[in-house]
Nanobody, 121 residues
Framework: QVQLVESGGGLVQAGGSLGLSCAASGRTFSNNYMAWFRQAPGKEREFVAAISSRIIDYAGSVKDRFTISRDIAKNTVYLQMNSLRPEDTAVYYC????????????????WGQGIQVTVSS
C-alpha cells in the first residue's frame, strides 16, 4: 500500500520561509514524477512544482521563491518555500505518478492527505 505523508506546514509571516517534506512508503519513486500541488479555499487545486529524474518544473507564481528537491535514498521529496506571500496560503498536497507526470493533477496516482500552510500579512 502506497502512502505519502506530508509534514512541515504551519503559520508564518509574509516574507518568511517554510519547508515541507513528503515521505513515500510502499514503493520507490526514484524514476517517477513527484510533485506538489496546493488548494486555497474556494479555488481549484493548482500545480506548484514537480521533479523527476530529468526535469524540475515550477509554476510561474512560485519560481525563484520555491525549491523542490528529493532524497532518493529516503524516498522523500521536499519543498522549500521562501519569500512567502499571503496568496501562498493553501493546503499543500504531495503527489506521485506511476508513469509520466507533469503539471496536470490527473496524471498523478497517489496523493498525500494535505498539509496547511498559512501566511499572515
Amino acid at each position: 500500500q502506497v502512502q505519502l505523508v506530508e509534514s512541515g506546514g504551519g503559520l508564518v509571516q509574509a516574507g518568511g520561509s517554510l519547508g515541507l517534506s513528503c515521505a513515500a512508503s510502499g514503493r520507490t519513486f526514484s524514476n517517477n514524477y513527484m510533485a506538489w500541488f496546493r488548494q486555497a479555499p474556494g479555488k481549484e487545486r493548482e500545480f506548484v512544482a514537480a521533479i523527476s529524474s530529468r526535469i524540475i518544473d515550477y509554476a510561474g507564481s512560485v519560481k525563484d521563491r520555491f525549491t523542490i528537491s528529493r532524497d532518493i535514498a529516503k524516498n522523500t521529496v521536499y519543498l522549500q518555500m521562501n519569500s512567502l506571500r499571503p496568496e501562498d496560503t493553501a493546503v499543500y498536497y504531495c503527489a506521485a505518478a506511476q508513469r509520466g507526470g507533469s503539471r496536470h493533477a490527473l496524471l498523478y496516482d497517489y496523493w498525500g492527505q494535505g498539509i496547511q500552510v498559512t501566511v499572515s500579512s
